[in-house]
């Protein structure tokens, strides 16, 4: 299976930071990384598809990039609608597996 | 508007099973792959099983290989899951996730969730 490993596992910002998450395959998966938004009481929602294609609706300040097992999941100019957990997953085999997430608070 | 409705969750007893359905709607449901995942509380998310567009690849989690059974009806927009031989561990909040492709890919569009409490 594939391990998924992020970093950190949390971090406390303010508004209008910059910040980077990280996160790291145990082996390479190419461009197969997806990475997730998890607010209480809120359907989980999907942010990046193939590491950087950024989704409808998604705030243009949210940057993805990496490919092999390196991947980042950028916010520039945090807004306080964006504390959440953040969760990186891999789908270049199954069992399909996710990172152990990312809180991050304002 | 593309929606899903978990049902099915509950409490059950150790050992006991449970079946929990999908009802989709909003898009051509067998245009996509389904899945199931999971997060028990206080824990991240796990995938649990999932299921292409046809029911030709089906996968599933190691921690439920051989208990847990995932099927859909494309005529009734439609996903379950069979849930046998319940553990405690199998607590958790159970997400219907729509997929980004015909495959086994990614979670695009979720539901809010059905929770399944096992205890005795």
């Known amino acids: 299976d594939i391990q998924m490993t992020q970093s950190p596992s949390s971090l406390s910002a303010s508004v209008g930071d910059r910040v980077t998450i990280t996160c790291r395959a145990s082996q390479s998966i190419g461009s197969y990384l997806n990475w997730y938004q998890l607010k209480p009481g809120k359907a989980p929602k999907l942010l990046f598809y193939a590491a950087s294609t950024l989704q409808s609706g998604v705030p243009s300040g949210f940057s993805g990039s990496g490919s092999g097992t390196d991947f980042t999941l950028t916010i520039s100019g945090l807004q306080p609608e964006d504390s959440a957990i953040y969760y990186c997953q891999q789908s270049y085999s199954t069992p399909l597996t996710f990172g152990g997430g990312t809180k991050v608070e304002i | 508007e593309v929606e899903m409705v978990e049902s099915g969750g509950g409490l059950v007893q150790p050992g006991r099973s449970l079946r929990l359905s999908c009802a989709a709607s909003g898009f051509t449901f067998d245009d996509y792959a389904m899945h199931w995942v999971r997060q028990a509380p206080g824990e991240g998310l796990e995938w649990v099983s999932g299921i292409s567009w046809n029911s030709a690849n089906i996968g599933y989690a190691d921690s439920v290989k051989g208990r847990f059974t995932i099927s859909r009806d494309n005529a009734k927009n439609s996903l379950y899951l069979q849930m046998n031989s319940l553990r405690a561990e199998d607590t958790a909040l159970y997400y219907c996730?729509?997929?980004?492709?015909?495959?086994?890919?990614?979670?695009?569009?979720w539901g809010q969730g059905t929770m399944v409490t096992v205890s005795s």
């Open positions: 996730a729509k997929d980004f492709s015909t495959g086994l890919d990614a979670f695009h569009i």
